[in-house]
């Protein structure tokens, strides 16, 4: 790191003391906690595009799967869904898992002649009536149990922190799959690909209500860290707040923000850690020697798409990861709210603008973007109620330009990366 | 049987061909920016946004002016050629000052790409802040063309056929604006040129091409196409930002089925996504009620996939033709 | 007087050059022919006479007007087509289709144009209405000379007209541009058959790593015994 982009991190560390000084603690610590999330992501796709030169616009697939997985993992399970038709489901799912597996390895392996593709057809639509009939009624079935508070099937009441690794091995699962049919395409058509990917697995988690809860959202899942209500009734902390002059509320709050802040950061030093390692290995060379010339790579015998896949699999299931991470920081899930502008746009202006191909560059990008997301609101707010000060408060242009305050972030953004882009094309801290 | 014919074209046949309409003119609008500046236009979505704000706007302009003898064709009609004219200048502004630095600079697709989202980032947040976020209805004049009461007291079937008014609008418009656009590439000059520049840029240029006229035609023929395509959709649908910004994935979608680069292809591209997403969507009790004995009826929809995977029906379609044929059902350029 | 005089020509892609102090030059209704190993620069060359790369010094003049500094399109105008190496049709268009693409520029009907391409390449004639895609390579070759001729240029420059052409094709295509040259046009040939080439050409050059090494009328490169042994096999 150099003396410059030491300044950087200093520069971000001051605007968020700035942050807690003229707002408040709570939201610097929370602005702190997602800025860290946002770094890890960051990482990750440092890992696809700087690294590898991957296009992959999919990051919000990766990160909801690392959601799905806090369920999974920590909900407690809802026995009586389980009885309504939790087996009838996963053997559903297993005859629809076997009827495509058997059909692409019979498929792949013997190439049948004359009239493979109509048996095929064939077969697989009667393997499609067989899973519906299995399926739909015991989707029902669970759905109907107790819909307001369940109505699925819930998790194996596993430590939360369990998930965080769940959640990066199931989305390196998928981005396993997802690279053998996508990789290969020349950059664009990926982009557009895992785009379309990342939005159908969104739609799943949205709507198979026996799974996720759908619309209705997973809240109360557990936590890795203590509940503010317990520690406000400790008799230790109630003591310990009033040594420090602070309210119990506000300290029990920061206390547990505290708590978050330092397991994000335990997993953000080993990710960076990794990465670092990773880059500067006869490996990192490789796919950047790759990433900058491929034909000349596979020419000297490099297989280009298997690395290409390491990559792959390797940046999604640091998405899988930050995402369990961030699920667990909210408590809750929410599969309607995994939008392509927040999870996978906003982290491409992270790596952009902090200097794709350099660790550093990304982890700057992810919390120096990040406090733009949050501040840019009442920065814009701030100013337009400034400059429209001499118009009456009740005139409609105040009052719209007002309200169209909320959505300057994502001009600003849009105009942030152009900016980087036309004038520093290699982000604020360059790859070297 | 009749019956039958009448619920199909109802509720599968005229709603795929108006929403397929407007797919084709998207993908139209995406194909021509992939064949002449090389790169995959995520900001196309949200151009279709601010042309069809710039046709509200107008629309309301020229109602509080109380123009109306376009009726019972809605107003906003009249102010398509407004929207359009402003989305050129918009997108011409936009190439001056973003895209050609990276033209000129030879830079990779990729690169045009990530700008294109600088660009999709920017368009969607001024859609937000002018318009806002909310649903913006500026439909005015006859709902109907055929409406179902009216329908079956003429033909004596128990089905009623109701054509909407903004469906057939965005039919017509779109075959006049296809026809149009193929008169224009096939049969003129800069059209040919236009061609041949998106075939073999070199070559082109060697020809005395100049390729700042090739790429501001292209951007003139794209705004016009996203003006209309936009503007009709508000009107037969509703308008909003954020659904705007989502067509790109369906637009994508039939542009990539059909062939990137390929006019034909992202035409064809387009009804085959919005049959497939309203046909396979579609519950056909109701047609299977009119074709068999009653006691052959099952109990089910009789619906293939639940409407919940409306969208999702397109990016598999998608993800399929990427896999078995990434040129596309009409071999664009995928190189 | 020469028609076209390129001295000292300097530049390449980027950083590096690629031609170093080069000079050719070509009188009208001659023929001059570029040899060398591959990767010499030949198509660099052609490439910088029309304009297509920057040059970093040198100059060139053509009809004694400096059109150093004027841009592929101007160049056009004033009188120079190129044919290029590969990809040198446009393979989604019809056959009239690219000889309208190569008259682009002119102001007044084309037809009589076309019409005297269409005598001195009969096969296109019959093939007007069909995708360049579909045709053959001989045809395809025919075709970008047939194109470049289409603007009436002074100075065609033609880089490996003949390559992955079968023998008798590539007499037939050597007899087009001997048609051409008698015409009054100026020729600048790249060729990967040394021999043949040479044979026809009035000036020849021996080009190495974007070097002259040897120039000279082609029956004294021919009869040279360091060219025969270096360039022309023995
Ligand atoms: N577009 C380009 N960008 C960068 N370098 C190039 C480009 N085209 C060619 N070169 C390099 O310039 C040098 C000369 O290439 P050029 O094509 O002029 O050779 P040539 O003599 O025509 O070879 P050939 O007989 O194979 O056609 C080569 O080293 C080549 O690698
Ligand atoms: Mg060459």
Redesign the pocket.
Known sequence: MSGRDRVYFVLCLLLIIGVGIFQSWNVALTMINFALISAILSLGLNIQWGFGGLFNVGIMGFVALGGLAVVVVSAPPVEEAWRAGGWRVLSALFVAVLAIGGSLFVWKRWRPKKYGAVSLVVFLTMAFVLYRFLFDPAVLAIEKVNPALSGFLGGFNLPVLLAWPVGGLLAAAAAMMIGHIALGLRSDYLAIATLAIAEVLVAILKHEEWLTRGVKNVTGLPRPVPYEVDLQQSIWFQEWASQLGIDGIEASSLTVKLCYMVLLIIVLALIFTLCQRALNSPWGRMMRAIRDNERAASVMGKDVKRRHLQIFVLGSAVFGIAGAMMTTLDGQFIPSSYQPLRFTFLIWIMVIVGGSGNNWGAVLGGLLIWFLWIQVEPIGLATIDFLTKPLHPTSPLRVHLIDSAAHMRYVMMGLFLLLVLRFRPQGLIPER | MLDAAIVLANFVVIPALSYGSLLALGALGVTLVYAVLRFANFAHGDTMSVATMMAIYCTWWLQSLGIDFIRPLPTALLAIPFAALGTVGLLLVIDRLVYRHYRQAKAPPITLVIVSVGVMLILHGLSRMIIGVDEQRFFDGGRFIVSAGEFKEWSGLKEGLAIKSTQVIAIVSAVTLMAYLFYFLQRTRTGKAMRAFADNEELALLSGIRPQKIVTSCWILVAVLAAVSGTVYGLDKVYKPFTYFQLLLPIFAAAVVGGMGSPVGAILGGYLIAFSEIGLTYAFKRVAGHLLPPSWVPDGLLQLISTDYKFAVSFTILVAVLLLRPTGLFRGQAS | MNLLTATNLSG???EVD?LHNLSLTVERGKIAVIV??????????M?ALLGLIELRSGQIIFEGQDITQKFPQERVILGISMVP?TRNIFVTLTVEENLEIGAYLHDEPISVAMEEVFSLFPILAKRRNQMAGQLSGGQRQQLALARALMMSPKLLLL??PTAGLSPVVIDEVMERIKQIVAAGVAVVM?E?NAHKALEIADIGYV?VQ?RNRFTGTGSELLSDPDVRVSFLGG
């Open positions: 390449g892609y980027g690629i060398g190993p591959n990767g010499a620069g030949k198509s660099t060359v490439r190496q880089d490996e790249v990967q080009l974007g």
